[in-house]
């Protein structure tokens, strides 16, 4: 199928004639006027996807430490053990934030830390065993790539046994947290002990094969070069394949691309960060160039509700998710945007001319909610709200 399109380069329209393009194409298209670029993600985004719904997910982060040992330059999350407000959290804790969770309908929990030298495997695998059996019905994306490293340097377990080991306990699937640019040199400088790219594929390549949830990922705005954001998209786009055609089906369910917020952090005045320009012309070449990763989502911690509304016409057909704790980006970002209601979710999907749905991890729909109710339910009462999405089910 074809899209109807005013492209006029060549990389634009062998994209509008659903072809794929190469990494030098991809990288052409950032020199092309965004409303033409924006013209194709949309129309492959209409494609790809049911055209009339824009989905999410009703989850919370939860942030289990923030004690830190990579000190990456772009974290203002992170803290050290003897930082008064460093934190790890108990099992008792974490089932208190899953409650409120379970409270307002929610089905996911993505649960990261930093990287905290002082826990055991044990502290893991019963956190897992503790959650399954308490909240039965949450299913649980934990650990970044990033943990999973220091998890298999510091028990000494083969990526294999790690992974057995932590699915055998409860482990639904693994974020892709940590993806950034998945260029070296853009690492070395943000983060010179971040985790280098071949092991990031290395670690979501195994959780694929086995099975696990996977979500690709990117932020822009350190400085690197557009050969280099065409080079980021090519490899999700080669492991994608690879894991579609060896792993039963069983890839990236999704893409989520936000900017680089460097409030309180280290590159703060260093990194450019993006502009909401910047960042829809990111989206929308990302639609273009994942021809074979069908979800692609909107940012609303990084930009704002507004730009997120914007950006399902610039390729993304899901806004994310509720996270009801959102601390990461947040704190690096000024905008005090923790979480967001099923309500105001609601609300930006149909304005924009969407017809709302709720989904899972996997990016399947299990229900619609009523859109009359919810925008007719007070403002004053944000629980309220937010329990819209247990309606019905
Ligand atoms: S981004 Fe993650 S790994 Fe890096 S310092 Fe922050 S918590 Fe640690």
Redo the contacts with the bound molecule.
């Keep these: 199928m074809t899209v109807s399109t005013p492209a006029t380069a060549p990389a634009l329209e062998k994209a509008a004639r659903g072809e794929r393009l190469s990494a030098e194409e991809i990288e052409s298209l950032y020199h092309l006027p965004l409303p033409e670029v924006a013209a194709v993600a949309n129309g492959l985004r209409l494609e790809r996807r049911d055209p009339d719904v824009v989905t999410f997910l009703i989850d919370r982060n939860i942030n289990y430490t923030n004690i ?1 040992n ?3 330059n772009f ?1 203002a ?2 803290r050290t053990k003897r930082q008064k407000d460093s934190y790890t959290l108990d099992y008792e804790q974490i089932s208190h934030k899953i409650r409120e969770l379970e409270q307002v309908g929610g089905t996911r929990i993505l649960m990261q830390g ?2 905290n030298p002082e826990l055991p495997l044990e502290y893991y695998t019963g956190l897992l065993r503790h959650i399954k059996a308490n909240h039965p019905t949450i299913r649980i994306d934990a650990f970044s790539p ?1 943990e999973v490293l220091f998890f298999e340097k510091a028990f000494g377990l083969s990526l294999d046994e790690l992974l057995d080991t932590l699915i055998e306990a409860g482990l639904d699937g693994l974020p892709g947290a940590g993806g950034e640019i998945l260029e070296d040199d853009v690492r070395a400088k943000a ?1 010179p002990a ?1 985790i280098k790219a071949y092991d990031w594929f290395r670690i979501i390549d195994a959780a694929q094969r086995k099975g696990l949830y996977t979500i690709s990922t990117m932020v822009i705005g350190f400085g690197e070069t557009y050969a280099q954001r065409a080079g980021h998209l090519v490899k999700l786009r080669d492991q994608q394949d690879k894991a579609l055609k060896d792993y039963s089906g069983n890839g990236f369910s999704g893409f989520a691309m936000w900017s680089l917020q460097t409030e309180n952090t280290r590159l703060h005045g260093k990194a450019p960060g993006a502009t909401a320009h910047e960042y829809l012309q990111q989206l929308a070449i990302a639609r273009i160039a994942l021809d074979n990763i069908p979800n692609i989502q909107a940012s609303w911690p990084a930009q704002g509700f507004k730009v997120a509304q914007a950006a399902l016409y610039y390729g993304a057909n899901d806004l994310g998710s509720t996270m009801l704790e959102e601390n990461v980006v947040s704190a690096a970002g000024g905008h005090d945007r923790h979480a967001v209601t099923v309500r105001e979710l609601i609300r930006i999907a149909v304005d924009a001319g969407f017809k709302p749905a709720i989904r899972n991890s996997r990016f399947q729909i299990i229900e619609w909610p009523d859109v009359d109710s919810a925008l007719h339910r007070s403002a004053e009462n944000p629980e309220a709200e937010r329990a819209v999405g247990a309606a019905g089910s």
């Design positions: 830190c990579v000190g990456c974290c999350f992170y930093g990287v990033e983060a971040r």
